[in-house]
């Protein structure tokens, strides 16, 4: 382990550790003075923050950009100081941090015996909306946590959200049949769909141009006849994360293979889209995403 992973490792580590031991003002109050000074620092991925907004918001000023990537930053580090002191909320705060529209769609389809594939971008706290889920409903889910470096770093976020009542999956090559099988015996499988983690992504129009995202989603409810629900998170001036589950993307009736999983991969980047325009600030994509971008040559210290 190189000394930059092991620091890395030591901070996680230190936030989950110190985080969950501050009162919640406390707690709220240092999110905000670290998303601060990341923002007026400016680095690359606050400078990245701020390219991907200027899609979503078109012909926003220099100004208005740099006014969403502050809100940006501060919704961004919400995010992670709630997600350090969820192992330490009672029931009680979970299932009062999170107020859900469209239940019916998720109960409904589990209540049908087909299983349920929920995808989700990258808005506000998909973890405590996973937590609310087997807190709550006293429902399981299954998700799939991409590999980090170090080793010690991606064991940390397992044993995290193992503790929140999730399974969770290594991203890998085998991780499709495991899914497959949850939802063949009535499951729900949770994923965040909207970042291609693989060289398998379907292209679709996003924000009036192309980028890359997962298969996954679509091939699962193509074989499994599970249902596929698109989530929306978001929050706003309260301590209360809001979301929306919204109607399933239904599978094509005629088409191949593919053509069905573009056409369902496109439904989903829609209506995530949706989603990001109305709380563009909640979406933390602090990486390239569209394929222009990802021509580029990475800037240092940039996943590509």
């Known amino acids: 382990m190189s000394a930059q992973e092991r620091l890395t490792d030591a901070l996680y580590g230190l936030g989950w550790s110190g985080v969950k031991k501050l009162p919640e003002p406390a707690a709220v109050r240092l ?9 007026k620092q400016r680095g690359e991925g606050v400078r990245r923050l701020e390219s991907n907004y200027a899609r979503v918001v078109p012909g926003a ?14 919704s961004y580090l919400r995010y992670w100081m709630e997600s350090f002191r969820l192992p330490a909320w009672s029931a009680g705060r979970i299932t009062a941090g999170f107020d859900l529209k469209g239940l019916h769609h998720l109960t409904e389809g589990l209540a049908a015996g087909r299983g349920v594939v929920a995808a989700l971008p990258h808005l506000a706290n998909w973890d405590l909306a996973g937590a609310w889920v087997t807190t709550k409903l006293g429902i399981p889910l299954t998700t799939v946590a991409e590999r980090l470096k170090p080793e010690t770093l991606y064991d940390r976020f397992v044993a995290y959200r193992e503790g929140l009542g ?3 999956l290594p991203h890998s090559g085998a991780v499709f049949g495991i899914l497959a099988r949850r939802l063949r015996a009535g499951g729900l499988v949770c994923l965040v769909a909207d970042r291609d983690l693989s060289s398998s992504g379907v292209e679709v129009e996003f924000f009036g141009d192309t980028a890359r995202m997962p298969a996954g989603p679509a091939l699962l409810a193509q074989q499994t006849g599970a249902v596929l629900l698109p989530v929306t998170l978001w929050y706003d001036d309260s301590p209360v994360m809001k979301g929306r589950i919204h109607p399933p993307v239904e599978v094509p009736g005629s088409g191949t293979r593919a053509e069905k999983t573009s056409v369902m991969t496109q439904a989903l980047a829609d209506v995530f889209a949706t989603g990001i325009a109305d709380h563009p600030e909640d979406w933390h994509m602090l990486q390239r995403l569209w394929l222009a971008d990802l021509g580029a040559r990475p800037a240092h210290g940039e996943q590509p």
Do not use: F
């Open 166 to 168: 999730m399974e969770v």
């Open 61 to 74: 000023s220099p100004e208005r950009l740099a006014e969403l990537s502050r809100a940006g930053m501060r």
């Open 31 to 39: 999110g905000r003075t670290i998303a601060d000074l990341a923002w």
